[in-house]
């Protein structure tokens, strides 16, 4: 049998308020990723929903962090809020080119989290099947209790994407 790693971290490192908690009460916040990693073995990078990071961001995370650490990216705002993945599949392919270009084997995949107001309809299912990159491990978070549905869940799984959800409606199959 097949030893799987467990994995587990928070969304996001940078917090100031883990000073005294997570990190000792005169942290740097320079500091902060690399004394997270010595707690945890991946994070969520939010700060990537705002902005792009740089290559000389994105090789310091992987520098300062051990070598079997495993970063969760978020996919940026413009995609998954504002265009909504319409007209996105270059843009999405040149944002997941970057990143796995500079974290390389740290990489562990891509977050699209979309607003409250992407409902479950035809054509967005079409956008989501359509525009996200096969290739790389995905994770929807949808914000609409419309998406929560088996049909769903299988359309996803048949395509390897990943559901999450922060709040459920109670109607989730026993095997989410």
């Known amino acids: 049998m097949k030893k799987e790693s467990l994995y587990i971290g928070c969304s996001g490192f940078y917090n100031n308020d883990w000073k005294g908690s997570l990190y000792p009460e005169d942290a740097k916040s320079k500091d902060f990723l690399s004394l997270y990693s010595q707690k945890f073995n991946c994070v969520e990078i939010n700060s990537t929903f705002y902005r792009n990071p740089t290559a000389k961001t994105l090789l310091k995370w992987s520098d300062e962090t051990p070598e079997d650490f495993k970063f969760f990216i978020k996919i940026p705002k413009t995609i998954s809020h504002e265009k ?54 995905n994770v929807i978070e949808f914000r609409h209790e419309s998406w929560w549905n088996n049909e769903i869940f299988k359309i996803l799984k048949d395509h390897n994407i990943i559901f999450s959800g922060v709040s459920f409606p109670g109607n989730l199959p026993e095997e989410i």
């Open 84 to 137: 909504r993945l319409k007209d996105c599949k270059e843009d999405i392919t040149a944002f997941c080119t970057h990143i796995q270009d500079h974290l390389k084997e740290k990489l562990s995949g891509f977050l699209y989290q979309f607003p409250p107001s992407f409902k479950n309809t035809q054509e967005n299912i079409d956008l989501i099947l359509n525009n996200i990159n096969p290739v790389c491990l």
